[in-house]
């Protein structure tokens, strides 16, 4: 009942939030892309499972925004279809995504909402054994991992495969005041829920339904005209349907630095406890460092950063991200850029079927024929481990997109 009564909640929130009087002219940014490309390991499955075809997207988008001095409204409606061509078991999909952002602003503080809603598939496998019930669950909050690394599980010589149809959504409220002209303090509650269309079929291969909220209070502090400080406290609750839930509370410190006019620093330090439902608590820590600069023509960014998350097993589990990324710009039709992440997730507790390793890299350039019409073209080279399988996974794509983005006002 109580979740039923929150999906109403949002659902009004998804309504009401485009119905915001606002007084400034709407823009309208409409786009369209064409995408195919050839992947040698489509699922990232390691070598017994390895299929290679090609994959072909078209997607259709819109954006709509409407700020002014003192409001914003804004939202994306996107929808996709996939078909994986040439690739054994795996039925093509439709994906839609919506999010909508609201925003108020006074003149001592703001309240504001977002709502999203996303429709999609993801691959899971299984290993044929003797006991058809000891699948290993793979429930738990690592949204970093954005399902890139979720394209594998443990196999056997025999194996089962399945494509599991999913629907995320998520509601985040929020508010902020200011104390003085130096010091902002906000409360911020999230709720996010994962459900799958056969949930049955879900659970038998380590997947299930989930819930989880976090209520989170900030302040932060303007120390110079460079630099600010930030302090924040937060506790989520994580409710895997079929296992034991986890309460989590985290406390971090943060400060934030313009080092020069092109250079900005930002880092953050803190303790996390986990509470589960059965079980003893458990204690770590988690922080993070970024770094932006700016050049004549280009972006650089990087960052590195330790994350915990509670799980279905009342653990930590651990996560390790490094991020980089680099775009520069030759001309006014001509941009090249390179991205790379890798990530390191483990348990505190030993659980072999939770540690994994991801690496991934992914060059591409990017030729404008006019104002509205682009070509883009890529590599991406993507590396998998986890504990649990008989060897590591890699994957090798080539992929070319059309994409066209008409601007208007309405």
């Known amino acids: 009942m109580v979740s039923i009564l929150r999906k109403l909640v949002a659902l009004g929130l998804l309504i009401a939030i485009p119905a915001v009087p606002v007084y400034g002219a709407w823009v309208v940014q409409p786009s369209a892309e064409m995408k195919t490309s050839y992947d040698d390991n489509v699922r990232l499955s390691t070598e017994e499972l390895e299929d290679a075809g090609f994959v072909n997207t078209a997607m259709i988008q819109a954006r ?114 200011n104390i003085n002209s130096r010091t902002t303090a906000s409360l911020r509650y999230q709720y996010y829920e994962v459900q799958f269309d056969d949930e049955d079929l879900a659970n038998q291969f380590g997947a299930q339904d989930t819930e989880t909220q976090t209520a989170t209070a900030s302040m932060r502090r303007t120390l110079t005209e460079r630099s600010s400080a930030t302090m924040s406290v937060s506790t989520t609750k994580f409710d895997p349907k079929q296992d034991a839930g986890s309460d989590a509370y985290e406390v971090n410190l943060g400060i934030d630095r313009q080092m020069s006019e092109r250079t900005s620093l930002r880092a953050t330090i803190g303790v996390n406890r986990v509470s589960p439902d059965i079980g003893e608590d458990n204690d770590g ?106 060897g590591d996974a890699t994957s090798n794509a080539l992929f070319l997109s059309f994409s066209y983005q008409p601007r208007s006002e309405i």
């Open 64 to 177: 709509v925004a409407n700020i002014t001095e003192t409001t914003q409204v804004s939202g994306v409606i996107a929808a996709s279809f996939v078909d994986y061509a040439q690739t054994r078991d795996t039925e093509d999909s439709d994906n839609l995504v919506l999010r909508f952002i609201a925003d108020q602003r006074f003149e001592r503080g703001s309240v504001g909402a977002t709502v999203s809603a996303e429709r999609d598939s993801v691959f899971r496998y299984a290993g044929i054994i003797t006991d058809p019930f000891s699948f290993q669950d793979e429930s738990e909050i690592d949204r970093e991992l954005n399902d890139l690394a979720d394209n594998a599980e443990d196999v056997d010589e025999a194996v089962i495969r399945e494509q599991l149809e999913r629907t995320r959504f998520g509601v985040a409220p929020q508010a902020s005041y």
């Open 285 to 390: 820590n988690s922080g993070s460092l970024e770094i932006t600069h700016a050049t004549n023509n280009g972006l650089l960014r990087a960052s590195i950063r330790r994350s915990l998350y509670p799980s279905a097993y009342g653990e930590i589990l651990e996560s390790d991200m490094l991020q980089f990324s680099y775009r520069h710009r030759f001309s006014a039709r001509f941009a090249a850029s390179i991205g790379a992440n890798g990530i390191s997730s483990s348990s505190n507790q030993g659980q072999s079927n939770q540690d994994r390793d991801f690496f991934a890299v992914n060059p591409e350039v990017v030729w404008a024929f006019s104002e509205n019409l682009q070509i883009t073209a890529g590599y991406q080279f993507t590396w998998n481990d986890r504990e649990n399988e008989s």
